[in-house]
């Protein structure tokens, strides 16, 4: 018996140097359908050390071009495919599966990138990238249905002429961390788990130990990730002074980084936009307050205001909003408590079963029978 197939398309996957949290929710839900009996085929770019191919927990992974190849890489893909559902994993640009998909098209939006188009790509391209974004996507997908992660992005595509019927929303899941060994620093300590990139804006947060230092002579910040930005962020480090406060991690793995959060008083995200923010979600796992701005979307969900940790207005207000972490441990303390109880509101698997209903009913499908996955490999990569 044929088995249902979903192809996603996305930009990157979770092995690529730029991937993030929106990479691991594409994967989580793809994973999840494999086990429950389905077909999943994800096209993303390629990267220095990848394989053009490869099967990874019952997922067969195409990659090919780069940044801007992708796409016609994928359309390609698209139209070849025997797909009963093709989900177009709308980072900013769609992929236009619509064009060519001789199936339903589930798009998949983590949040509006409306602030991040000119700052990634200049005045020029960025408003191209935007009018795309904003005002012929939503056109060329007018029939299709959607998926998010938060009621902030849902409430975004509303203004940008989707139908509020037409959205789903799927959240993010989490991982409960096992406990750590490691115990909270003595000395006041500040964290940024994150990609390395100018959108995220982790200047904001040595800014932060810059302002708060002449009052926290201990404090210290540590910044966990990868990416093209880390010698910028070295550089203004040394410019403000704080260069001896600052660690730059680096990529590191799972259980290092939740080392980290853990030792951790304070998470910092100055992001200009997230979706959701799974790591918000992992630093209230372990009982650590996250402070953030409240115009960066679905943070603004990840974090329950006072109880969680608390949302800023500017950058003024952001470094107030740390220093009050910082100076009230009782705060600090509820708020770590109420964390790790909201924290556990959220899994994967709730996320999962929630995300194949949705492909079920936008592809009119019946539900596979699960399978025991076995290891695959790809001798041939696929064209």
């Keep these: 018996m044929r088995r249902p197939c979903v192809l996603l398309v996305n930009w990157r996957d979770t092995g690529h140097p730029e991937g993030g949290g929106s990479e691991r929710y594409v994967e989580r839900m793809a994973e999840s359908l494999a086990r429950s009996g389905y077909r999943v085929e994800i096209q993303c770019a390629a990267y220095p050390g990848a394989t053009h191919g490869e099967w990874r927990d019952g997922v067969r992974y195409r990659r090919r071009g780069?940044?801007?190849g992708v796409y016609p890489h994928a359309l390609r893909a698209i139209r070849k495919s025997d797909a009963d559902l093709v989900v177009d994993v709308q980072n900013g640009m769609p992929f236009f599966a619509r064009l060519v998909a001789g199936?339903?098209?589930?798009v998949l939006v983590h949040h509006v990138h409306r602030e991040q188009w000119i700052s990634a790509l200049g005045e020029t391209l960025g408003r191209i990238g935007w009018g795309i974004e904003s005002k012929i996507a939503p056109r060329l997908f007018r029939k299709c249905r959607y998926v998010t992660v938060s009621e902030v992005t849902k409430d975004e595509l509303v203004t940008l002429g989707v139908d509020r019927s037409r959205i789903a929303v799927v959240p993010n899941g989490l991982d409960t961390p096992a406990p750590r060994e490691s115990a909270r620093s003595t000395d006041p300590t500040l964290v940024v788990v994150s990609?390395?990139?100018?959108?995220?804006?982790?200047e904001h947060a040595i800014d932060v130990v810059a302002?708060?230092?002449p009052r926290w002579p201990a404090l210290r910040l540590e910044v966990v990730g990868q990416g093209p930005w880390y010698e910028v962020l070295r550089d203004h480090a040394a410019k403000r002074g704080v260069a001896d406060r600052v660690r730059l991690h680096g990529w590191l793995g799972e259980d290092e980084k939740h080392d980290v959060l853990a030792r951790s008083w304070v998470h910092l995200c100055p992001s200009v936009k997230e979706g959701w923010g799974i790591v918000n979600m992992e630093a209230a796992a372990h009982?650590?307050?996250s402070v953030a701005y409240r115009s960066a979307g679905g943070v603004a969900e990840s974090i329950v205001e006072g109880e969680t940790g608390l949302l800023a207005d500017d950058f003024a207000d952001f470094t107030a909003q740390v220093e009050k972490v910082l100076a009230d441990r009782r705060l600090r303390t509820a708020m770590g408590e109420a964390g790790?109880?909201?924290a556990k509101r959220f899994s994967w698997q709730d996320s999962a079963e929630q995300f194949e209903s949705l492909v079920r009913d936008v592809a009119s499908l019946s539900a596979p029978r699960p399978r025991t996955l076995t290891p695959q490999r790809l001798d041939q990569p696929v064209g």
């Design 340 to 342: 790790v109880e909201w």
């Design 195 to 202: 990609r390395l990139v100018p959108h995220k804006r982790i």
């Design 211 to 213: 302002e708060l230092a």
């Design 287 to 289: 009982g650590v307050p």
């Design 103 to 106: 199936c339903p098209v589930l």
């Design 66 to 68: 780069n940044k801007f």
